[in-house]
């Protein structure tokens, strides 16, 4: 990965200390769970800026979280799968562009 994303990531995102492990991290300034993030983004049809707006922060912990997915995708995608009403597909989709 990148350095500059690596510096973004290490930023914005930490483990949430209740939730364990890969797939339930969280941005640090509000404690929004990544997953949440990128299914979000989803919903918005990849729209950054809206899901920024929509959880009040800011739109480099938007990208943290999307730089976060890109190296953490199996993880987060399972989390979403466990929430109904997820598309996998869409969410992969989202974020690829």
Do not use: C, K
């Not at 690596?6 to 364990?20: C, M, Q, S």
């Not at 929430?83 to 989202?94: H, L, P």
């Amino acid at each position: 990965m990148d350095q500059d994303l690596d510096a973004l990531i290490a930023r914005h995102i930490e483990p949430d200390p209740y939730h364990p492990g890969p797939s339930d991290v969280r941005l640090v300034d509000s404690g929004v769970s990544v997953w949440a993030i990128i299914g979000h983004l989803t919903t918005m049809r990849g729209d950054a800026s809206r899901v920024a707006e929509d959880y009040d922060v800011s739109s480099d912990a938007v990208a943290a979280a999307l730089a976060y997915y890109q190296d953490n995708r199996g993880a987060i995608d399972a989390r979403l799968a466990a929430n109904a009403g997820i598309d996998i597909t869409a969410v992969r989709a989202s974020a690829s562009g």
